[in-house]
């Protein structure tokens, strides 16, 4: 699909609390942090930046552009550019940026704090396979661990190859692959891509 041109502010918010995920996750459970996370925060602050600068999705600052469009190059410097607004705007859109990103910081951390157990079974099924699709994380979602993830697939398996319908199964695998979403003819939606 083609790049986006029309985002939503919660989108926009959404994006990025997701970027700020991996570096408070390593805080939590490495409790320590790392380099990793420095692409993710370049991103998340440029996101930002625009919301405030270019989108006017800032309550305070109000529907202003207040990025510059002009670049000059000067000999032996980095490309300056001409600013159209004061001091205090500047310190204004700064503080701005600054708390958008603490609301969107402190959210995504009690959202993995409150999952706590989740994020850790996520971690488990990653090591075991490798790569988890939509349907492998709404069953960790609903409470169930890699062996449902594990149950589900083999009955998803099965269905492709026609060789038994999930119905036949075991009571075992069947209560493990309870979390998998059921189509109306009883029968297991195909799985979709790699979520992670």
Known sequence: TKEETHLA?????????????????????????????????????????RMVCIWGMSDSLGPIKYEEDEDHVFLGREITRTRHHSDSTVARIDAEVQRISGECYEETKRLILENRDKVEKMAQALLRFETLDAEDVAILMKGGDAEAIQAAREVENLRRRGDEKPQELGAKNRERARGQAKTDDGGLQPRGEPAY
């Open 9 to 49: 502010r919660k989108k926009l918010l959404g994006m990025v609390k997701l970027l700020y995920a991996g570096r408070i996750a390593e805080a939590i459970f490495c409790d320590d942090i790392s380099s990793g996370a420095s692409n993710d925060i370049e991103r998340a602050t440029e996101l930002l930046r």
